[in-house]
T-cell receptor, first 109, second 117 residues
């Protein structure tokens, strides 16, 4: 079956670094996405990895290891506005997104 | 960037009534649109894939007679929840895939929150 696993909730301190992990098993693979979702809002795109390695985009970086079925999202210099749910999604062989349940990130001052 | 709108953003209705949700691509033509449903603290679940000019493809377990999808133009897809019941209360999100870009590209609408009393 298809499965996406990510932690339910994480807590971090403002100004610190946090890494949100995601493991996936899908029928075929066409890339791994990370989205940010604030409560009551639709997801907003953060990153897309289809090749192994680290992609850096400002304070956010995303890593992919296809052989391990593993990705992480790294957030640096955390700000209070980064408090949100972070959704990991894998695109399968039919180009459909298989979504994780999301990781709720709580930022404390 | 590409913009997708949804209307209404909020809807409250009585049990047994039908509710129509619109999804529009504002600055591009979308041959393919997707409808998702998200219950609180759960992941997005794909309900159906809507292709302009043809019938929607529904995911397993989604009743096509209850969730009617019409993709009549390249900029508009509608989802009608027929005879809504309280268990249909959820956050409904559409996304659109523009032509000419990679199949990994989707733009999400802001979502519609449905509450059935």
């Amino acid at each position: 079956g298809q499965n996406i696993d990510q932690p339910t909730e994480m807590t971090a301190t403002e100004g610190a670094i946090v890494q949100i992990n995601c493991t996936y098993q899908t029928s075929g693979f066409n890339g791994l996405f990370w989205y940010q979702q604030h409560a009551g809002e639709a997801p907003t795109f953060l990153s897309y990895n289809v090749l192994d390695g680290l992609e850096e985009k400002g304070r956010f970086s995303s890593f992919l290891s296809r052989s391990k079925g593993y990705s992480y999202l790294l957030l640096k210099e955390l700000q209070m506005k980064d408090s949100a749910s972070y959704l990991c999604a894998s695109m399968d062989s039919n180009y459909q997104l298989i979504w994780g349940a999301g990781t709720k990130l709580i930022i404390k001052p | 960037g590409a913009v997708v709108s949804q209307h209404p953003s909020w809807v409250i209705c009585k049990s047994g009534t039908s509710v129509k949700i619109e999804c529009r691509s504002l600055d591009f033509q979308a041959t393919t649109m997707f409808w998702y449903r998200q219950f609180p603290k759960q992941s997005l679940m794909l309900m159906a894939t809507s292709n302009e000019g043809s019938k929607a493809t529904y995911e397993q377990g989604v009743e096509k007679d209850k969730f009617l999808i019409n993709h009549a133009s390249l900029t508009l897809s509608t989802l009608t929840v027929t005879s809504a019941h309280p268990e249909d209360s959820s956050f409904y999100i559409c996304s659109a895939r523009p032509p000419g870009q990679g199949l990994e590209t989707q733009y999400f609408g802001p979502g519609t929150r449905l509450l059935v009393l």
